[in-house]
């Protein structure tokens, strides 16, 4: 099982970013995602879930209004669209996966390797 996040970068506060995690190896519409993120000094966070048929989507609340996730069982593919983006969400970004259809801020099966966001003020 193969979980490839990309689409990370610089962006200047209040700019925009999409980040694309790409799942292999793995019944993909059987599971549901989400993404976490972990800054320098601090523990790893949830940031966003989205259930197996996308019917739900959760968000943290420091993120909520600005974050959206969503996927493409098609393409194997998680997205996070970040608008308005803060100094405070710098971190590396990065996606897991957990069979069935309820989601969860914590236990996943499969995690896969970050991609690093750095927004400057």
């Known amino acids: 099982v193969q979980l490839q996040a990309s689409g990370g970068g610089l962006v200047q506060a209040g700019g925009s970013l999409r980040l694309s995690c790409t799942i292999s190896?793995?019944?993909?519409?059987?599971?549901?995602l989400g993404w976490f993120r972990q800054a320098p000094g601090k523990e790893r966070e949830f940031v966003a879930a989205?259930?197996?048929?996308?019917?739900?989507?959760y968000y943290a609340d420091s993120v909520k209004g600005r974050f959206t996730i969503s996927r493409d069982n098609a393409k194997k593919t998680v997205y996070l669209q970040m608008n308005s983006l803060k100094p405070e969400d710098t971190a590396v970004y990065s996606c897991a996966a957990r069979a069935g259809s309820s989601w969860s801020e914590t236990t996943y099966d499969y995690w896969g390797q970050g991609t690093q966001v750095t927004v400057s003020s």
């Open positions: 190896g793995l019944p993909f519409s059987s599971y549901s």
């Open positions: 989205i259930t197996w048929s996308a019917s739900g989507t």
